[in-house]
């Protein structure tokens, strides 16, 4: 299976890789032919998510490493070694997450936002500015941002993760605009694009809550084929675009 897909010679970086969402999507990228990349701030986590893709792939190349992405100098040091490795990189695939919320607006806690915009737009920041250059240099670059609905419609308990959310979407709108910039109209190869869930749910929720409906959640094995799917649709189609998984609020 593996080297005869869609991807086949691509190569892709998973930041957040060691989580469900990415354990999904570190297998369907290296089921579609692409070498993968998969970086977690968690050793033993992403060493088990490597290892199952390759695996459950038949043996495709799927590697990890522990990078600290709060830290632009290593997330810039992960970029440079994987092009200097494989020749090149074709994508970002940020699936670097984190929710806290509350019972009402008034008692949102503001730790809650010092901690959700490491996460969720630092992270960003980072992974975009440190693979910028090498997508721009790929025929087939792309960015990939996992985003919420609540981005858009947030609701008086959420308001830290919202706002986050939201903040990660212009800056990657920020980079649509730079790959276009960079691109023309008519050369355009590199893109950004943003993928939006309500939230996700995954095999092992669904075993602890047997009862619950997780209406309007997207199972990260669908969320994983839809991040391949940026792959098979021209640049100009998915640059600055939000791609909704779930119904628009």
Same mark, same amino acid.
């Given at each position: 299976?593996?080297?005869?897909?869609?991807l086949n010679g691509a190569v892709i970086a998973v930041a957040g890789a060691g989580g469900p969402?990415?354990?999904?999507?570190?297998?369907?990228?290296?089921?579609?032919?692409?070498?993968?990349?998969?970086?977690?701030?968690?050793?033993?986590?992403?060493?088990?998510?490597?290892?199952?893709?390759?695996?459950?792939?038949?043996?495709?190349?799927?590697?990890?490493?522990?990078?600290?992405?709060?830290?632009?100098?290593?997330?810039?040091?992960?970029?440079?070694?994987?092009?200097?490795?494989?020749?090149?990189?074709?994508?970002l695939v940020h699936l670097v997450g984190g929710w806290r919320g509350s019972e009402t607006f008034?008692?949102?806690?503001?730790?809650?936002?010092?901690?959700?915009?490491?996460?969720?737009?630092?992270?960003?920041?980072?992974?975009?500015? #440190?693979?910028?250059? #090498?997508?721009?240099?790929?025929?087939?670059?792309?960015?990939?941002?996992?985003?919420?609905?609540?981005?858009?419609?947030?609701?008086?308990?959420?308001?830290?993760? #919202?706002?986050?959310?939201?903040?990660?979407e212009a800056w990657t709108l920020a980079l649509a605009d730079a790959f276009r910039k960079a691109?023309? #109209?008519?050369?355009?190869?590199?893109?950004?694009?943003?993928?939006?869930?309500?939230?996700?749910?995954?095999?092992?929720?669904?075993?602890?809550?047997?009862?619950?409906?997780?209406?309007?959640?997207?199972?990260?094995?669908?969320?994983?084929?839809?991040?391949?799917?940026?792959?098979?649709?021209?640049?100009?189609?998915?640059?600055?675009?939000?791609?909704?998984?779930?119904?628009?609020?």
């Amino acid at each position: 299976m593996a080297g005869n897909g869609a991807l086949n010679g691509a190569v892709i970086a998973v930041a957040g890789a060691g989580g469900p969402a990415g354990r999904a999507a570190l297998l369907r990228l290296a089921e579609a032919g692409a070498t993968v990349v998969g970086a977690d701030n968690d050793p033993e986590r992403l060493a088990e998510a490597v290892d199952a893709a390759r695996y459950a792939s038949g043996g495709a190349t799927v590697t990890g490493e522990p990078v600290d992405l709060l830290d632009l100098q290593s997330t810039r040091d992960w970029a440079d070694h994987i092009e200097k490795d494989f020749g090149r990189i074709d994508g970002l695939v940020h699936l670097v997450g984190g929710w806290r919320g509350s019972e009402t607006f008034i008692k949102t806690s503001l730790d809650d936002w010092d901690f959700l915009e490491l996460l969720l737009i630092r992270t960003v920041q980072h992974t975009s500015l #440190a693979f910028y250059e #090498a997508l721009q240099r790929s025929d087939r670059g792309r960015y990939v941002l996992i985003s919420a609905a609540g981005a858009t419609n947030p609701t008086a308990g959420n308001a830290s993760y #919202a706002a986050a959310k939201a903040a990660a979407e212009a800056w990657t709108l920020a980079l649509a605009d730079a790959f276009r910039k960079a691109g023309g #109209a008519e050369d355009l190869t590199s893109a950004a694009a943003i993928l939006v869930v309500k939230a996700l749910v995954h095999d092992a929720m669904r075993a602890d809550r047997p009862n619950a409906k997780f209406a309007g959640f997207t199972d990260v094995k669908d969320l994983a084929d839809a991040v391949v799917g940026v792959w098979d649709k021209p640049a100009a189609d998915v640059n600055g675009n939000r791609l909704w998984l779930t119904e628009k609020p």
